[in-house]
């Protein structure tokens, strides 16, 4: 399994990115997919996820700026992020997530850097 995130980069306040996260190795329509990010000398945190049938939750203090989507012919999730602030620097981590009753199945890519300046 592989989840490989691209588009991090370095962009003034105010500016916009888009993550991309490709995945192979699973069945991506079936995946919860997330972005998940971690700033120096904080905990990972939620972003944001879609669910397998397009549903998704959006953490509130990006909710008005940041928007996931899925493409399932492509096998990748984007984060597209509007408006960025430099508290949203930090590695970005793409997740999938499989989970059901007697199972579950959840993988990490390995991280995109977006960093704001000021």
């Known amino acids: 399994v592989q989840l490989v995130e691209s588009g991090g980069d370095l962009v003034q306040a105010g500016g916009s990115l888009r993550l991309s996260c490709a995945a192979s190795?699973?069945?991506?329509?079936?995946?919860?997919m997330g972005w998940y990010r971690q700033a120096p000398g904080k905990q990972r945190e939620l972003v944001a996820r879609?669910?397998?049938?397009?549903?998704?939750v959006v953490e509130d203090s990006v909710k008005d700026r940041f928007t996931i989507s899925r493409d399932n012919a492509k096998n990748t999730v984007y984060l597209l992020m509007n408006s960025l602030k430099p508290e949203d620097t930090a590695v970005y981590y793409c997740?999938?997530?499989?989970?059901?009753?007697?199972?579950?199945?959840?993988?990490w890519g390995q991280g995109t850097q977006v960093t704001v300046s000021s």
């Open positions: 997740n999938a997530d499989l989970t059901s009753a007697w199972s579950r199945r959840d993988y």
């Open positions: 190795g699973i069945i991506f329509s079936m995946f919860t």
């Open positions: 879609i669910a397998s049938g397009g549903s998704t």
